[in-house]
């Protein structure tokens, strides 16, 4: 780990500040995957800004219908609130099915959507990786890339994003508010992440110096009809595969509207906008199913290790859609499986 | 009514409070004063030599005390026998900065000591070192047809025996038969404490190395080789270990590392791997195996042949034992075995729970399922008609073997007899259920060992015995064995353990402990008793007057006449009137080789698992566990059911998850961590019975233990990858089971 | 094939490390003030600098559990934070559940249970289940079984884990399926 200087901002002004006062310096809240990367060297800021502690942990209702969560309130406190459970028991049942409880109690809901994307070279500093060092090539290409992307991947980076929450929230589709430098703006969840490209070192749009304060998520929850979906290798406390994140409404066995999420299989929480217009106004079969999932991962392309998971994904999508369907996943405390 | 009877009993740990409350002092827990702290520096390539190291650069930060390496380690040792500790295998160990050589990846080229553990860190990030990278390989494949079949060298090493009968036409005149090869990747032992080393200087050039190891004699001994440090001058200790499962047999780079920067700097210094080190130490080697087996029209086998090839470093012949528990579990006339090596740009592998054991467990127990398929017949009823009643590779009888036993009450425990033999037959849940089975043995090994015992005026009793305790429960059984012998409460034992000032034990592993530990603390317990005895025989009215040893017993805090207990005195008066303050013996223990030369010594075990498979998804969930172990006696229900739960926990690992994954181009593992390697957690482990079946066997030793650290462990992964077989129809043969496998 | 690898020098010179500082602490119900730069991790400053090594660390990487610790009451991974972090928080280690002789009822039931084998993951397993008995979100084995997998055990206690967390959650009624 490098050494760097600490402070700890006391609003959302003084912390923009703060930053942008000292050359590479970096936001901290839970720190659980920050603090990770420093310890590796991949990531070495010489100025933290905590900003765990700001006023913006608070869950609220917002006057148009919908439910802000602020960027500070941790993801435990995210998944267990009331609203949350009883609205968005798809982001419930995906925070919970994320990491471990001590990190979730510790991880914010800003830092979910800022953690980096899970790459065994991005690691480990003996190995190339493009996203560490620009043009020093991508060593999972070719080498050992289980964990890696089967959608949306380029040729210099085929890294995942490990979030289990974010799945969740790109099928929800809430508004990222940040503060920088430059003012407040607000961001479609959609297009905080970004795809690989060219740019691998780039995870996200933030300008320089801005802050996530809180996700707005809109009226529609989908509470009646969703699943959340992660395959992994152990039960608990691992990574996804694939996982997959659904929200239907439905009107009788007619589904009018959804969304469909996947994690585990590309740089950025991967939204399906055509797969979700495909599932529109038609009825909930397995037929129906079947032809969503084969459109979702037509386009997939396997790096070898991970070949299986264009099959796995196909799989996994007709169950969960399956499950939505059905309407039997349930808010809860604990995530065990929905299987 | 006899309260002081501890043997078999299910007491708790006596040592359970200190490791609860955290008070319980590991090696890297020792808070010497003005202390250093040493990080190690890790080569990134697998292959070429170190060609200069930028060291002055970090050694100009403040705090940065010095950077270690090839280029300016002081004289050691020079010959190979100098850096051979009591279990190294054949050939010449890896000596930590001997050399600019770099033979395999995450090789240690430096250590960089500083005032802090995060200087030390951070300066070992800042180290510049430019390496000359040359071609390296690590794929077993590649090494096929390049097998060698080692020399020996490593203690417990047995070269397969020569087959017997005529295996090959057997085979070819068997009325089924079956031929599949089955292979596992590296694993890692992974025990959750981190490899760390406290060396205390204590002036004068005396230190005190508070070292993570399984023996401290050996790293004593490896200390004083590679060092040049006399006896009085170095102590090794290490009262509490956070695992080992095999990775602290040998001495480990962690503690050359702290006791050269120790000496050389006449500070206290401690040296603590990171978890991504921990993959540097050694592992259960990548190991491929074919099995050819035949059987008879009633069922017997007809022929077994079981070969095994597997990884080793450029510069030792790791051996263990894989093949040759195939030629004992099963009775059949014509059997081969076939044993090799081959070597790579690796670390050398290193004994890894049931190491041998565990991996030709899976083929075998494999293959005999595959085998019973093939027959047409059920697996248990296969194995109860291939039963051995004598350990065909040595012609002996078995000193106790009630492996029968096992199978009758698993399987009743289990539900066996529900079980449809088609496969994808039964559904439970929406899911395809599955039921397997396998065993396995183990041998039961008795090791000289020392133990010393004394008792104070007021009745307390302290033994000691520098072995270990790593999680087994030394502390505890042991406790019960001195209390036992000498008629004392639990509460009135100190056993004191892993500590070079103690009287020598043996290496902590290979299942011995209880055996040959035991043996000693009752040996020396007795020899105590024996003087107890003689001073109370010392009044003229002793009611013991004329009494032998073997005519008294120690009960309940009296020494009594085994045939008349009224003739007994009080054990404290004895010791108060003798005017002594304490009394003490010394005593060794060695196996009766008399005794034993007729007998082949072992347990056994069998496992029954069920499993859960989803169809489409591939996932596997272990539903039920039932583990029988005939192990002789046990000393401890409580103690003893926690290791054979932890080694059904690894069998599961094994089966389903655990693999430690090469990438072959930089020679280097890739998912060194534990977030990508797997070990089970509390959500993978399903309900688990264990079942002891008692074995009354005085051959073995005195106590008539075997010990049961490692036979748990066999049969457990087999049972799983038949159970998923008799699920899915699906057989896998390379494991781990991971889920696209099923797809 | 011969090739260099060699890093490249850090651009400007060695970044110098940040000097200590005082660092107040409530640990255990008392206050401690430690010399600490804001590199050191609270589990760092737990056991090299205030002497607790209670807390253990498997990992340092948030990969096991061992280091876990209660904050203000919530188990939380004391080596993915940094002890500048948590100036005004309440810590409680192993060491303030219980002492050998004074247990709590988890510690008590671990031992009960023989909840542990080589006891290194023991201190973190303990306090996250008093997490998980403070959280009152675990009602069934199932979910004690999901909200226990933060913690690594290599010995494979896990059977005697739940039989411990389960009898305590029991007793304080939180088990109703």
Not at chain 2, 218 to 244: I, T
Not at chain 2, 491 to 498: I, P
Not at chain 3, 120 to 132: E, H, M
Request: with cysteine.
């Amino acid at each position: 780990m490098y050494p760097f200087t600490y402070s700890r901002a006391t609003d959302v002004a003084d912390a923009v500040r703060d930053k942008a006062g000292h050359d590479g310096s970096a936001y901290v809240g839970g720190g659980t995957n920050l603090i990770d990367l420093m310890k590796m060297n991949v990531e070495q800021p010489a100025h933290l800004v905590n900003v765990a502690k700001l006023p913006l942990a608070k869950i609220e209702d917002l006057p148009n219908g919908g439910l802000r969560l602020g960027a500070t309130a941790t993801n435990s406190d995210t998944a267990w609130n009331e609203q949350v459970k009883a609205r968005y028991p798809l982001l419930n049942q995906a925070i919970l099915a994320g990491a471990s409880p001590q990190l979730r109690n510790a991880a914010t809901n800003g830092g979910n959507l800022m953690q980096r994307t899970r790459c065994y070279y991005f690691y480990d500093l003996a190995t190339p990786c493009n996203k560490r060092e620009p043009g020093s090539g991508c060593s999972a290409i070719g080498g050992f890339n289980r964990i890696h992307a089967i959608l949306g991947a380029s040729e210099a980076c085929i890294a995942t994003h490990p979030s289990d929450m974010c799945v969740a929230l790109a099928a929800l589709a809430p508004t990222v508010r940040v503060s920088g430098p430059q003012g407040e703006r607000s961001i479609a969840f959609e297009d905080f992440h970004r795809l690989p490209g060219d740019h691998p070192e780039f995870d996200n749009t933030l300008a320089e110096g801005e802050l996530i304060t809180s996700l707005d998520l809109p009226e529609k929850g989908f509470a009646k009809h969703f699943a959340y979906l992660k395959l992994r290798d152990r039960h608990s406390y691992a990574f996804a595969l694939v996982s997959v994140a659904v929200g239907l409404e439905m009107d009788g066995d007619t589904i009018t509207d959804a969304r469909l999420a996947l994690g585990g299989v590309a740089h950025k929480p991967w939204r399906d906008h055509s797969a979700e217009a495909l599932l529109k106004g038609q009825h909930a079969t397995a037929e129906t199913f079947g032809r969503v999932a084969a459109h979702v991962v037509a386009n997939a392309v396997g790096q070898g290790s991970n070949d299986f998971k264009i099959e796995l994904a196909r799989r996994a999508i007709v169950r969960a859609l399956k499950q939505a369907a059905e309407g039997k996943q349930e808010a809860g405390d604990v995530y065990l499986g929905g299987q | 009514m006899t309260q002081t009877n501890h043997i078999g009993k299910a007491p708790n740990r006596v040592d359970g409070p200190l490791k609860v409350a955290g008070t319980a002092h590991y090696s890297g827990e020792f808070n010497v004063p003005h202390l250093a702290y040493g990080y190690v520096v890790s080569s990134p390539i697998a292959k070429g030599k170190v060609v200069a190291i930028h060291a002055d650069e970090v050694r100009a930060l403040p705090g940065v005390l010095e950077v270690f390496s090839h280029e300016n380690v002081p004289y050691l040792a020079w010959f190979d026998k100098s850096y051979k500790d009591q279990i190294a295998p054949g050939g010449s160990p890896f000596r930590p900065l001997h050399s600019p050589d770099i033979t395999f990846n995450q090789q240690p080229v430096a250590l960089v000591v500083a005032d802090t553990f995060e200087l030390a860190r951070y300066a070992a990030a800042l180290l510049r070192i430019d390496y000359e990278q040359e071609d390296h390989e690590t794929n077993l494949e590649t090494k096929r047809t390049e097998g060698y079949a080692p020399g020996g060298g490593k203690t417990g090493f047995q070269a397969p025996p020569p087959p017997r009968g005529n295996p090959d036409k057997a085979l070819k005149n068997a009325t089924h038969s079956i031929e599949a090869e089955y292979a596992h990747g590296a694993q890692h032992h992974n025990p959750m404490e981190l490899f760390t080393t406290t060396v205390e200087w204590r002036g004068d050039g005396k230190i005190t190395a508070y070292d993570k190891t399984q023996g401290v004699y050996n790293v004593k001994n490896y200390l004083m080789g590679v060092f040049g440090l006399g006896k009085d001058e170095v102590r090794v200790v290490n009262q509490f270990m956070g695992g080992g499962f095999g990775a602290g047999l040998r001495p480990q780079y962690s503690v050359f590392m702290a006791v050269l920067a120790t000496l050389e700097l006449k500070r206290s210094v401690r040296v603590t791997l990171t978890r991504q080190q921990m993959f540097s130490i050694g592992h259960r080697p990548n190991t491929l195996q074919l099995l050819k087996m035949g059987t008879n029209p009633d069922g017997t086998l007809a022929s077994l042949q079981h070969h095994a090839l597997h990884e080793t470093s450029q510069f030792e012949d790791y051996t263990e034992n894989i093949v040759n528990w195939s030629g004992m579990l099963y009775q059949c006339e014509n059997v081969k075995l076939g044993y090799q090596l081959a070597k790579l740009d690796i670390y050398s592998p290193q004994d890894m729970r049931a190491p041998g054991a565990a991996s030709g467990n899976v083929g075998l127990e494999v293959a005999m399922d595959e085998m019973a398929y093939a027959a047409g017949l059920d697996p248990l009823e296969f194995r109860l008609r291939n039963y051995a009643d004598r350990d065909q590779n040595v012609d002996k009888p078995f000193s106790s073997k009630k492996l029968r036993e096992c199978y009758k009450q698993a399987a009743a425990k289990f539900g066996w007899e529900t079980r449809t033999q088609k496969p994808r037959s039964m559904r439970a849940n929406g899911k395809l259920r599955g039921m397997g089975m396998g065993g396995g043995v183990w041998d039961a090994t008795q090791t000289k060992s020392a133990a010393k015992a004394l008792i104070s005026a007021d009745g307390k009793l302290t033994v000691r015995s520098a072995t270990g305790e790593n999680g087994t429960g030394t502390y505890t059984i042991m406790t019960q064995i001195a209390a036992e012998t000498l008629g004392l409460p639990l509460e009135a034992v100190t056993f004191e353990l892993g500590d070079t000032d103690q009287p020598e034990a043996p290496i902590q592993g290979g299942s011995w402990t209880a055996a040959s530990v035991g043996t000693a603390v009752k040996n020396a317990c007795d020899a105590l008793g024996e003087k107890i005895l003689k001073l109370a025989q010392k009044p003229a009215d002793s009611p013991l007057k004329d009494a032998k040893y073997d005519e008294v017993e120690f009960v309940n805090g009296q020494l009594r006449l085994r045939l008349d207990h009224d003739q007994a005195v009080v054990l404290r008066d004895v010791l108060q009137a003798s005017g002594e303050t304490q009394l003490e013996a010394d005593s060794s223990a060695l196996p009766n080789m008399l005794k034993q030369q007729g007998y082949s010594m072992h347990s056994h075990n069998v496992a029954f698992a069920e499993v859960e498979v989803d169809e489409d998804l591939g996932t596997i969930k272990v539903t039920r566990v039932v583990s029988a172990v005939a192990a002789g006696r046990i000393l401890n229900q409580k103690t003893a059911r926690s290791q054979v739960l932890g080694s059904v926990v690894w069998g599961l690992g094994m089966a389903l998850m655990e693999e430690t994954v090469m990438d072959h181009k930089f020679g280097r593992y890739v998912n060194h961590n534990f977030a990508e390697y797997h070990i089970p957690v509390n959500a993978d482990i399903p309900h688990i019975d264990v079942i002891f079946v008692h074995e009354d066997d005085d051959i073995v030793n005195p106590l008539g233990v075997k010990g049961i650290g490692e036979v748990g462990m066999l049969g457990v992964t087999a049972a799983i990858a038949n159970a998923v077989f008799h699920a899915t129809g699906k057989r896998v043969r390379d494991l781990p089971i991971m889920l696209d496998k099923l797809l | 094939m011969s090739q260099l690898l060699t890093r490249a020098p850090a651009s400007g010179g060695l970044p110098a490390p940040v000097p200590t500082g005082p660092v107040r602490l409530h640990i255990n119900g008392e206050t401690q003030t430690l010399q600490l730069a804001p590199w050191t991790s609270l589990l760092d400053a737990l056991r090299e600098y205030a002497h607790l090594t209670g807390t253990k660390k498997g990992c340092d990487h948030g990969q096991c559990g061992a280091c876990t610790v209660l904050v203000n009451g919530r188990r939380i991974n004391s080596c993915l934070t940094l002890a500048v972090m948590h100036e005004d928080d309440d810590i409680t280690t192993i060491e303030g559940l219980g002492t050998p002789d004074n247990l709590s009822p988890l510690q008590q039931a671990f031992v009960d249970h023989d909840a542990f084998q080589c006891g290194y993951c023991t201190p973190g397993q303990i306090c996250s289940a008093q997490g998980l008995l403070n959280e009152g979100r675990a009602h069934s084995e199932a979910e004690i079984k999901e909200l226990m997998s933060g913690n690594l055990c290599r010995c494979g206690a896990y059977v005697g884990i739940l039989d411990a967390v389960s009898e305590v959650a029991n007793s304080q009624g939180e088990m109703v399926k």
